[in-house]
């Protein structure tokens, strides 16, 4: 309620107090309230509070005192109190300081008495005309009475449970981040602050839990090169878990950390190498920061934008969401997500979903329960952001929700709170995410990419492609070392995955139809053997689509023979075999014809792509060269199949 006491001393003590226009005619009870402002001025709530009782004592009828007292109580939280001076100064006189309806409308508002909050709003702004900034927080207010009264009614599921010990400790958890696979959570905590003697001096680190079956592991400090002895905060990492974008304030290098930042707080990026250990964190530079806050950055799974909060210029209000998008050119600028996102008040605690298309967000700008609520909006068909929707009571309430993570299958949603129970100051809770606030789920591929013959790991290249609208959905790179990897894959479409690597391999093609969003419960291990180029090698064209019984391709063949015709331009000199093959179903002529005839479309389209015809030859294997049984459904669909080998 700190708003209320702010607007009380940019009015009351400017304007009646500097003119000395008090409605009480006793100087002792004056004096009194002139040493409770002076106080409250200088932060001393207790004795400002005991020389506004003594200023009342003086004059059981003085406006100005119980005014004043009133915003002392709504500061400490005792909103009861708050509202009975109130009522009692507004009696006394009803039209000395007309702000003060503005006031205890908020007051009934935070305690949920939403019929006396509207009609004490609407006496304002119908009796007063008050000026515009003052009009429109009292309309958001009604317009807020109204969602909150239906919100109440209709109660959303929500049964949250406390992560425990190994994921809390007895000082602040809050910013909970959980990988896509689920296996580590990191949390922002705060922790005494090794710079200062005090014992209440704190500051922010990240700690780290890995899972341990269905447990978690007692968190440890992630260290250096991560944390020092400045606040870090507010992490995202990439789907794959190798880099990591973050939030450091106190950023002016003071302490030989060599963190120079634009502005109060930054965001910085670190990236990780081998197993546990991550680079010097580097300034995201001028492009993105600020000489303002720059904070809680979301970083997508596509690896392609990062969504984050910013107080800079040029917003709808006090803080904003912005987006920068990453291209192989560098950092866009930074775009505000709009006035449909965006209000006159503060918007933070952004996270994008691991589907791409799912924002949530906290507000206490837009309609809601009071205090910061937290909202969804969906991407819609052409890019945009649909409008934003308050995600209910009682996830809501009258109090603050500041930040939302929902895990990458979309059942899960944790958050911080300092509920009664805990095992510290600030908690992580879980809980399951009621159907109207879920994304679209998501699952994963991992593994390790490796040379078949050596078994050496291999740093390697991963592209995943919509094969309806042929665009790229996610760019990643397996690790140089382990050669491990992780690639997300949002459900409800197919994708084309390919991975390729430098060093004289053959590229690798994969196919996932995962139109059925119930196959986001299950995730994908695949180990990915590359293959060094030469003769009699093979590679599967997974991506190779036909019609049944036809040797048409299909539109969403083009990304796996565009592919390949790059790979053919890389490797000039090299020529290949086009191989078609059926299952043994039908007439042994017929299929002899029909992967023929497939094989010939094939070697038709690099001809057309500009792949010179002499370093190609077709050939219709039929039913010759399984690679599967034909006992089975799935072992005939692998037999039918299109591929290529290196002749030369």
Not at 295 to 324: C, H, M
Not at 356 to 384: E, W
Not at 408 to 416: I, S, V
Not at 563 to 579: D, P, Q, R, S, Y
Request: aromatic share 10%.
């Amino acid at each position: 309620m700190r708003i209320i006491v702010t607007l009380f001393f940019l009015c009351f003590s400017t304007v009646l107090l500097a003119q000395q226009k008090y409605t009480s005619k006793s100087n002792k009870a004056i004096k009194e309230l002139e040493s409770a402002v002076q106080f409250l001025q200088s932060e001393n709530k207790k004795e400002a509070l005991a020389a506004a009782n003594k200023s009342i004592e003086k004059d059981p009828a003085f406006y100005e005192a119980y005014s004043l007292r009133a915003n002392i109580y709504a500061d400490s939280g005792l909103f009861k109190l708050a509202i009975a001076d109130f009522e009692t100064a507004l009696k006394i006189n009803p039209e000395i300081f007309p702000p003060d309806y503005l006031n205890l409308g908020r007051l009934y508002f935070k305690t949920q008495d939403y019929d006396k909050a509207k009609v004490i709003l609407q006496k304002y702004i119908g009796t007063f005309s008050p000026p515009d900034k003052n009009k429109n927080q009292a309309e958001k207010i009604i317009k807020s009475c109204d969602f909150a009264k239906e919100a109440v009614k209709h109660p959303v599921p929500f049964n949250p449970v406390n992560m425990g010990p190994n994921v809390n400790s007895i000082h602040k958890d809050y910013n909970p981040f959980v990988s896509v696979d689920g296996e580590t959570f990191v949390v922002t905590r705060t922790i005494p602050d090794g710079r200062s003697l005090s014992p209440t001096k704190m500051q922010e680190d990240f700690f780290i839990s890995y899972k341990d079956g269905k447990n978690w592991t007692p968190s440890i400090n992630m260290g250096q090169p991560i944390n020092s002895i400045v606040n870090e905060g507010a992490m995202t990492l990439s789907s794959d878990g190798r880099t990591m974008v973050f939030t450091i304030c106190e950023v002016f290098d003071d302490y030989g950390e060599g963190r120079q930042g634009m502005g109060s707080c930054d965001l910085f990026v670190s990236q990780k190498i081998g197993v546990n250990r991550w680079s010097k964190p580097r300034n995201l530079g001028p492009k993105i920061n600020s000489r303002t806050y720059d904070t809680q950055p979301s970083l997508s799974s596509d690896g392609k934008s990062i969504y984050f909060a910013s107080t800079r210029a040029g917003g709808q209000g006090e803080s904003d969401l912005w987006v920068i998008h990453i291209t192989d050119q560098g950092f866009t600028n930074p775009e505000n997500l709009g006035p449909k996102i965006n209000s006159s008040g503060q918007e933070d605690g952004v996270f994008i979903h691991p589907d791409n298309q799912t924002l949530y967000f906290a507000s206490n700008g837009l309609t809601g329960m009071g205090g910061r609520d937290l909202f969804m909006c969906k991407r819609k068909a052409d890019g945009t952001w649909g409008d934003p929707v308050n995600l209910g009571y009682p996830l809501n309430t009258s109090d603050d929700e500041r930040t939302l993570f929902i895990d990458a299958k979309g059942d899960l949603a944790y958050f911080a709170s300092d509920r009664e129970g805990g095992v510290g100051d600030l908690d992580i809770y879980c809980f399951k995410l009621p159907e109207s606030a879920k994304p679209t789920p998501v699952t994963y591929m991992k593994g390790i990419v490796y040379d078949e013959k050596t078994k050496k790991p291999l740093g390697a290249a991963f592209e995943l492609i919509d094969l309806e609208t042929g665009k790229q959905v996610v760019e990643s790179f397996s690790d140089a070392k382990d050669g491990s990897f992780l690639v997300c894959l949002p459900v409800g479409k197919n994708y084309a995955l390919k991975v390729s690597c430098e060093g004289g391999y053959l590229f690798y093609s994969e196919n996932f139809e995962l139109t059925n969003p119930k196959k986001g419960e299950d995730a994908f291990r695949k180990d990915v053997p590359m293959k060094k180029i030469g003769p009699g090698e093979k590679v599967i064209l997974k991506n190779v689509f036909f019609a049944t019984d036809s040797y048409e391709l299909k539109p969403e063949s083009k990304t796996e023979l565009d592919n390949l015709v790059t790979f053919l331009n890389k490797n000039a000199t090299m020529k290949i075999e086009l191989g078609g093959h059926t299952d043994n179903q039908g007439a042994k002529a017929h299929n002899k014809t029909l992967s023929q005839n497939r094989a010939n479309a094939v070697k038709d389209y690099l001809i057309k792509h500009g792949i010179a015809a002499d370093r190609l030859t077709a050939k219709g294997y039929a039913d010759e060269v399984p690679v599967d049984s034909n006992g089975t459904e799935s072992g005939r669909a692998n037999n039918r199949r299109t591929e290529f080998m290196v002749v030369q």
